[in-house]
């Protein structure tokens, strides 16, 4: 009868062993956006593939709309191991201590996606992400979203049109030097609290690409949108550095793989759901779309050009140098 018991016990022991050798790595990705965003459709691609590719030996978990984390909270999550991947804004790095980041928020120092792949895709890209990993962070890819307008309850054609607006912005110093720059008072404020702030009157209104504003409905508290495209928007994907160094080497080869097949998914999805979210917009009727002529463009340029100076030490000037090098951008000569 003991030795019954004691092969039972055995037997349930061995097999709970086996279930547990077989049970997936489960990698919880938590963001703030909407599911029907850029970032959104790529995590959940990143997903499916890593399932096919790992053939079920990992179960990518994604938390959309902040359901799990919001901005602060999400970066702290990641450190303390309670969920493995996140892919913040670009915008967000400053609080972590890695202001470099914020380069990207340089207004109109990107005119285009092929300037920015040239940073994001090459070798100051990898550079930048390697800061992260003093951090306990390992950063796996760049994902776009797009260029960013300005939005409120006033029209916006000239700079001077936001002056004395209270601006909700991300958590990024440049993007407050950006703010004063044209006179109007920055307000940090969680992505996920932008919504009712703008609603309520808190603030008077933000930027962001279409596809964020869109997929909150930002449009229905905003009566004016002004397509600037000041600035760019974009991520880092990025994971907890000692949970991904431990995973089993073929298992972490199958979702660097996806990630890649993710992060092509992502950037050739960008542009266009971005301009459908325009089309909406414009569909809804509830805010004005403005395009500003090449003048008023060249305006908001000039406007926001001192941000770069200003800000320069902030990031480092040798990697500002860098990306001018690369992009042809000169804020003395507009
Ligand atoms: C924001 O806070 O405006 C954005 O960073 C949200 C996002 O993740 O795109």
Same mark, same amino acid.
């Given at each position: 009868?003991?030795?019954?018991?004691?092969?039972?016990?055995?037997?349930a022991?061995?097999?709970?062993?086996?279930?547990?050798?077989?049970?997936p790595?489960?990698?919880?990705?938590?963001?703030?956006v909407?599911?029907?965003?850029?970032k959104? %459709?790529?995590?959940?691609?990143?997903?499916k593939?890593?399932?096919?590719?790992?053939?079920?030996?990992?179960?990518?978990?994604?938390?959309?709309?902040?359901?799990?984390y919001?901005?602060k909270?999400?970066?702290?999550?990641?450190?303390?191991?309670?969920?493995?991947?996140?892919?913040?804004?670009?915008?967000?790095?400053?609080?972590?201590?890695?202001?470099?980041f914020?380069?990207?928020?340089?207004?109109?120092?990107?005119?285009?996606?092929?300037?920015?792949?040239?940073?994001?895709?090459?070798?100051?890209g990898a550079?930048?992400?390697?800061?992260?990993?003093?951090?306990?962070?390992?950063?796996?890819?760049?994902?776009?979203n797009?260029?960013?307008s300005?939005?409120?309850?006033?029209?916006?054609?000239?700079?001077?049109?936001?002056?004395?607006?209270?601006?909700r912005?991300?958590?990024?110093?440049?993007?407050?030097?950006?703010?004063?720059?044209?006179?109007?008072?920055?307000?940090?404020?969680?992505?996920?609290?932008?919504?009712?702030?703008?609603?309520?009157?808190?603030?008077?209104?933000?930027?962001?690409?279409?596809?964020?504003?869109?997929?909150q409905?930002?449009?229905?508290?905003?009566?004016?949108?002004s397509?600037?495209?000041?600035?760019?928007?974009?991520?880092?994907?990025?994971?907890n550095?000692?949970?991904?160094?431990?995973l089993?080497?073929?298992?972490?080869?199958?979702?660097?793989?996806?990630?890649?097949?993710?992060? %092509?998914?992502?950037?050739?999805?960008?542009?266009?759901?971005?301009?459908?979210?325009l089309?909406?917009?414009? %569909?809804?009727?509830?805010?004005?779309?403005?395009?500003?002529?090449?003048?008023?463009?060249?305006?908001?340029?000039?406007?926001?050009?001192?941000?770069?100076?200003?800000m320069?030490?902030?990031?480092?000037?040798?990697?500002?140098?860098?990306i001018?090098?690369?992009?042809?951008?000169?804020?003395?000569?507009?």
């Amino acid at each position: 009868m003991k030795l019954r018991t004691l092969f039972i016990g055995l037997a349930a022991a061995t097999f709970s062993a086996i279930a547990m050798a077989q049970a997936p790595v489960v990698i919880k990705f938590s963001h703030v956006v909407a599911a029907d965003t850029p970032k959104g %459709k790529a995590s959940e691609f990143f997903a499916k593939r890593a399932g096919e590719l790992t053939k079920g030996k990992a179960k990518v978990e994604v938390y959309a709309n902040s359901a799990l984390y919001k901005d602060k909270e999400e970066m702290e999550a990641l450190q303390l191991g309670a969920v493995q991947m996140l892919a913040p804004s670009l915008a967000k790095f400053g609080p972590l201590g890695v202001k470099e980041f914020e380069v990207f928020d340089f207004p109109y120092i990107f005119d285009d996606t092929n300037e920015l792949h040239r940073i994001t895709q090459g070798p100051v890209g990898a550079a930048m992400l390697a800061k992260l990993e003093p951090k306990g962070i390992k950063g796996l890819a760049f994902w776009d979203n797009g260029f960013k307008s300005f939005s409120a309850n006033t029209p916006i054609k000239a700079p001077g049109d936001l002056k004395g607006k209270k601006l909700r912005i991300q958590s990024s110093k440049v993007l407050e030097e950006q703010i004063r720059a044209l006179g109007a008072l920055p307000q940090v404020m969680a992505f996920s609290e932008v919504y009712q702030a703008l609603q309520t009157g808190v603030v008077d209104g933000t930027e962001n690409p279409i596809s964020n504003l869109y997929t909150q409905k930002m449009h229905e508290v905003q009566k004016h949108l002004s397509l600037t495209d000041h600035g760019y928007l974009g991520y880092a994907v990025i994971v907890n550095k000692k949970f991904w160094d431990g995973l089993p080497a073929d298992v972490r080869g199958q979702l660097e793989q996806a990630m890649k097949e993710a992060t %092509k998914y992502a950037n050739d999805i960008a542009k266009e759901e971005n301009d459908k979210a325009l089309d909406g917009v414009r %569909k809804s009727g509830k805010t004005a779309v403005y395009v500003p002529t090449k003048e008023e463009r060249l305006a908001f340029k000039k406007a926001l050009a001192p941000v770069h100076q200003k800000m320069a030490d902030r990031v480092g000037k040798d990697l500002l140098q860098s990306i001018y090098k690369e992009t042809g951008f000169d804020p003395n000569k507009l």
